[in-house]
């Protein structure tokens, strides 16, 4: 963990959420790093959570300088031990988390004759198992205090078939299905729990398939461009808000039309 000056007073950052606690699994780069930006831009302390200890620490660094309001912390999901842990570290420094984004995810690309039953399950262990005891864990507080907003990011591979990334795609379902119980179980205490199921989005994994393959994959997205990570961030930013609180157990699509429904 980064050391740093304490929180600000949500006054000096003004905006609905400043003051609230978030914890982001998968912060220290692409996708999760502009959610933990755009939470912070919004006041929001940040629990930021990665296995990447250096890469984390450096995001949490860019932005937030200061150290006071974005915090890295290590830890490998497929620990349950480990996260269990972390969050009660986080919790004494920060308080009782308000927000919950599962972001963090393993992808396998590989197809279902490839993929063996070890990569199978490392695969679920941190896309379902490690969401499902983290939101549990956060849960029972957010429960307790009557308020809480859990968002899961799923993907357009959960919703669609393709020949290579069979595990990734069922964690992505199974996530979304869990998403629902959750929601279910949690409504009445104004918890919560909803759905972000991007397409590709402009991440150094996406870049690193290869331009061809890439271009490959655009030529298929009605909007004719990926994603850029903050238009995936803004619409988990709206979902976690007081503005939000009468929707739960929804999935967003955010896929530039290359599933339309």
Request: glycine letters at 12%.
């Amino acid at each position: 963990m980064r050391g740093g000056t304490g929180a600000v007073a949500p006054a000096a950052c003004g905006g609905q959420l400043a003051g609230r606690t978030a914890l982001v699994t998968g912060g220290a780069q692409g996708l999760g790093a502009a959610v933990v930006r755009v939470l912070y831009d919004a006041g929001v302390r940040v629990l930021s959570w990665d296995v990447d200890e250096a890469r984390n620490c450096a995001t949490a660094a860019e932005i937030d300088p200061g150290g006071a309001l974005v915090l890295p912390v290590h830890v490998d999901l497929a620990d349950l031990e480990a996260v269990e842990c972390a969050y009660r570290c986080g919790r004494e420094r920060f308080g009782p988390a308000d927000i919950l984004v599962n972001n963090a995810a393993r992808a396998l690309p590989k197809s279902l004759w490839e993929t063996t039953a070890a990569e199978w399950d490392q695969v679920f262990e941190v896309n379902v198992r490690a969401a499902f005891f983290l939101t549990r864990t956060v849960a029972t507080d957010m429960r307790a205090r009557g308020w809480g907003r859990v968002v899961n990011m799923a993907s357009l591979a959960g919703q669609t078939a393709r020949p290579t990334g069979a595990a990734y795609g069922a964690s992505k379902a199974a996530l979304t299905a869990l998403t629902r119980a959750f929601a279910a179980e949690l409504a009445p205490y104004g918890v919560t729990v909803n759905t972000v199921a991007p397409a590709m989005v402009d991440t150094p994994m996406v870049r690193g398939i290869g331009q061809e393959a890439l271009a490959g994959l655009i030529a298929q997205v009605p909007v004719g461009r990926i994603a850029r990570p903050e238009e995936v961030a803004l619409l988990v930013r709206h979902l976690v808000g007081p503005e939000a609180g009468f929707i739960t157990g929804a999935t967003y699509d955010i896929n530039g039309g290359a599933l339309m429904r």
